[in-house]
């Protein structure tokens, strides 16, 4: 069974710092990858997805995360916080049996951005 | 164009009361989920439908939840009895083709007392 772990319920960093949010997966097929941002009071918006294609992915508002298959890691990062990025963050991974995505989500990481 | 709405946005129910929650897909989208965000948690998944079958209900806590999606597009999932446990926010998602993007709407907020 498929399972997501995100190290670190709560991330604060400085505006225009490294962001690094961490998400490790458990698959026993080859997995399909997802990162979710969630604003207050909002539903969950797609930043980028891995389907086995290029390792490296690239999502909106400047966020990309790496697919490491040795270390079954999917971290999330971005060179410069903004402000306007402070919000909860989730991990998922797919479970693809009968050929559509069942999303198995993490706990969440709530970012937190400071002048 | 529109995306997924929800509604009622939020719900107070005394326990034991039953409750209906509404889904309206993007148009033509022929996948619809169902989730459930307990307070402080990542959603989990509770039902799929693909036009109006529901392939996929094994999320479901218990016999008290119940989900249709009669004509393949507007979907209700209906809580008989509610209970404190219940109380959580329902997002519902759906996606154009089989294993596509999900696009999630704003959710319902359940609280339970």
């Known amino acids: 069974a498929q399972s997501v772990t995100q190290l670190g319920s709560h991330v604060s960093v400085s505006e225009g710092a490294l962001v690094l949010l961490r998400c490790n997966y458990s698959?026993?097929?080859?997995?399909?990858l997802f990162w979710y941002v969630q604003y207050p009071n909002q539903g969950l918006q797609l930043l980028l997805k891995y389907t086995s294609a290029a390792t490296l992915v690239k999502g909106i508002n400047g966020f990309e995360a790496e697919f490491k298959k040795s270390e079954t890691s999917f971290h999330l990062t971005k060179p410069s916080a903004h402000m306007s990025d402070a919000a909860e963050y989730f991990c998922?991974?797919?479970?693809?049996?009968?050929?559509?995505?069942?999303?198995?989500f993490g706990a969440g990481t709530r970012l937190a951005v400071h002048p | 164009g529109a995306g997924v709405s929800q509604s009622p946005r939020y719900k107070v129910a005394k326990r034991g009361q039953d409750v209906a929650l509404r889904c309206d897909p993007i148009?033509?989208?022929?996948?619809l989920f169902w989730y459930q965000q307990a307070l402080g948690q990542g959603p989990e998944f509770l039902t799929y439908?693909?036009?109006?079958?529901?392939?996929?209900k094994s999320g479901l806590p218990s016999d008290r939840f119940f989900a249709e999606r009669p004509e393949g597009s507007v979907s209700t999932l209906k809580i008989q009895r509610t209970q404190q446990e219940d109380s959580a926010v329902y997002l519902c998602?759906?996606?154009?083709?089989?294993?596509?993007?999900?696009?999630f709407g704003p959710g319902t907020r359940l609280t339970v007392l």
């Open positions: 439908f693909q036009n109006e079958a529901q392939l996929d």
């Open positions: 998922a991974v797919s479970d693809r049996q009968g050929g559509y995505n069942k999303l198995i």
């Open positions: 698959s026993s097929v080859p997995p399909y």
């Open positions: 148009s033509g989208h022929v996948s």
């Open positions: 998602a759906s996606s154009s083709i089989e294993g596509g993007t999900q696009y």
